[in-house]
């Protein structure tokens, strides 16, 4: 771990890099996410350092710890850094681990109805859940329950299950078609999602923990029994940051003709939560 001692003699030798690593620099909470190309220019910056003002202090023999410093430096970030966790099928949350699992994609069945909700029940059993499902449920087990969730209109009519939720109306994108998305996902601490966008209203039902969601505008937080609706191409990006799991129900009612998630190479500046 680097000391205080460490961080002062690189702000001695240079006070720009040690300004950049400095722990009081709040560019520093981002460390995890340095790039390899930001490492190489640190380290370069060093080497450049090294000539001259390095020279100036007669201390040649405190270079090699300086130099240490900062390899301890990008080797930790190397280890921090963490790849962004995306969807597929069958991911490993099905085994109660890390992950993003797609549940179920298929088109909506039938005409939509005037104003569209998605509702979520609970059961006794994933049987149970899987016998009372219509052709726009899907049910499934996770975050120790058993779910029934549903495209329809605003309803009563809870399946035979105990009524959690019902989330809308939906703003739906015009389109020849609609697709159900339903995902699964369990995060960590720390773990995030790449930036991307949906082709669709994407909804957030939280079981348990707590996570943020960054926009464009706002960082929305969230909490174990909250929901939140982000609207069709919004900007944004998932971030658990508490400690302890994160676990969510999600649906993408999305445009048939367009991909359910497009990730953004060159994403915008988002905003954290407070």
Known sequence: MLTVEDFALIEKFCPQAGN????????NARLRRVTNQR???????????KGSEVAQFGVEENMNRVLLVILLLSGFAVAQERAPVKCTEDSPERQGEEGCTILASRPFAGPLPKTVYWHIDRFDSLEHARAKAGVNGVATA?????????VEGKTNDHHGGGHVEW????????????????RSTLLKSGAETPVHI??????????????????QKVGHRLRAGKFLILPTDQIHRGRVQKSGMRGALILVLHDAGRPASTDLNDPPPLIPCK
């Not at 490492?39 to 350092?49: A, E, F, G, K, Q």
């Not at 996770?142 to 549903?150: E, I, P």
Request: charged share 10%; glycine share 10%.
């Open 142 to 150: 996770a975050h120790g329950g058993f779910w029934l969730m549903t």
């Open 20 to 27: 950049v690593m400095s722990p009081d620099n709040p560019d």
């Open 39 to 49: 490492r190489s220019m640190l380290i370069n910056s060093w080497v450049r350092c």
């Open 167 to 182: 989330i809308g109306p939906l703003v739906l994108p015009s389109a020849a078609g609609y697709t159900m998305n339903v």
């Open 198 to 215: 949906h082709s669709g209203p994407e909804v957030f039902y939280i079981v348990l923990g707590e996570q943020c969601l960054e926009t």
